[in-house]
């Protein structure tokens, strides 16, 4: 399946993997399997649940596989984005905001919301700290991690935390410590040329993709092909011309599986990214790419579209 979270109904839906809606499910309120809000979502296959994270009251419900609610796991801490690295653990990006009350911005916890291991602990609170989150891991039960104001990527397994790489973005890179106090994130999306750090990072078996932000918007996006360890980086421009892909290189990704990954993007820029392609690469698509004939006729104001993209090559 494929799960995605509604922003106007904070429900969730469930599509089959050719994109067919199968059903949806979850209610606002206070009382069993309800929540004030929806923030994140994982599909544990192992177990065949549904996790639902509710940030606000620090709480994780658990759905089966058709929407039907199962129990309720109490937090120590709010965490808006999560991850599982096994059937049993979750790793939580907590980040440095006022609800965090542990002081760390990465928690492992267990299913039933125990605290095993923290990571990256801080004095205190920082006003509009984000993560853009996790990505699927190099290596078997890890999963990989980035946080803003750093330019690493980090490797989470259950008992560590290891740096998988560190990207050297050369003269514009910049002393992240003088930002970490309160009120001078919006000083730093002041300063131009200035690399903020990730805003997504996506892994395939084939390449890893991170997403950049410089003068507090996407600028562009580095991709390293892991058989080869060649690497280059794409400015904003050229993401549409890239005639090695099969699909559309719609912006960034944001969730992978295999060497696929699920990207989102509002309809003004599907829109473009369509009207670019050759007719040829159109018959081709409408081909290959189940729905895209549906996709070709999203108009430039239409509401956010959900992409399935595969790299082909690189």
């Known amino acids: 399946?494929?799960?995605?979270?509604?922003?106007?109904?904070?429900?969730?839906?469930?599509?089959?993997?050719?994109?067919?809606?199968?059903?949806?499910?979850?209610?606002?309120?206070?009382?069993?399997?309800?929540?004030?809000?929806?923030?994140?979502?994982?599909?544990?296959?192992?177990?065949?649940?549904?996790?639902?994270?509710?940030?606000?009251?620090?709480?994780?419900?658990?759905?089966?596989?058709t929407g039907g609610f199962l129990r309720q796991s109490d937090l120590k801490f709010g965490g808006y984005k999560m991850k599982l690295i096994n059937k049993d653990l979750v790793a939580i990006h907590s980040g440095r905001m006022g609800?965090?009350?542990?002081?760390?911005?990465?928690?492992?916890?267990?299913?039933?919301?125990?605290?095993?291991?923290?990571?990256?602990?801080?004095?205190?609170?920082?006003?509009?700290?984000?993560?853009?989150?996790?990505?699927?891991?190099?290596?078997?039960?890890?999963?990989?991690?980035?946080?803003?104001?750093?330019?690493?990527?980090?490797?989470?397994f259950a008992d560590r935390v290891e740096t998988l790489l560190t990207l050297d973005f050369g003269a514009?890179?910049?002393?992240?410590?003088?930002?970490?106090?309160?009120?001078?994130?919006?000083?730093?999306?002041?300063?131009?040329?200035?690399?903020?750090?990730?805003?997504?990072?996506?892994?395939?078996?084939?390449?890893?993709?991170?997403?950049?932000?410089?003068?507090?918007?996407?600028?562009?996006t580095w991709i390293l092909d892991h058989r080869s360890k060649n690497h280059q980086y794409l400015a904003i421009d050229t993401l549409f011309s890239l005639g090695n892909f099969r699909g559309i290189p719609v912006h960034f990704p944001r969730q992978t599986d295999g060497s696929w990954f699920i990207s989102t993007t509002e309809g003004i820029d599907w829109f473009e990214s369509v009207s670019k392609l050759t007719e040829a690469e159109k018959i081709i698509l409408r081909k290959e790419v189940h729905g895209f004939i549906d996709a070709e006729k999203v108009k430039m104001d239409g509401n956010p579209v959900l992409v399935v993209y595969r790299f082909k090559d690189f």
């Open 1 to 65: 399946m494929i799960l995605t979270l509604d922003g106007e109904t904070n429900q969730v839906n469930c599509f089959d993997l050719h994109g067919k809606f199968l059903r949806k499910f979850g209610t606002i309120g206070q009382g069993p399997g309800e929540y004030k809000t929806a923030d994140c979502i994982l599909l544990n296959r192992d177990k065949s649940e549904i996790l639902l994270n509710d940030f606000p009251s620090h709480k994780v419900n658990f759905f089966n596989l």
């Open 99 to 156: 609800l965090n009350q542990i002081n760390c911005e990465l928690a492992i916890s267990d299913l039933n919301g125990n605290i095993r291991k923290t990571y990256f602990p801080f004095p205190g609170p920082i006003g509009g700290d984000c993560c853009g989150g996790f990505a699927a891991g190099t290596k078997l039960n890890s999963i990989l991690y980035h946080k803003v104001f750093d330019y690493h990527i980090y490797e989470v």
């Open 172 to 220: 514009a890179a910049i002393d992240t410590g003088k930002y970490l106090n309160s009120g001078t994130y919006y000083k730093l999306l002041e300063e131009k040329g200035k690399v903020r750090g990730y805003n997504s990072v996506a892994n395939t078996p084939e390449h890893l993709a991170a997403n950049i932000s410089r003068d507090g918007s996407i600028s562009g």
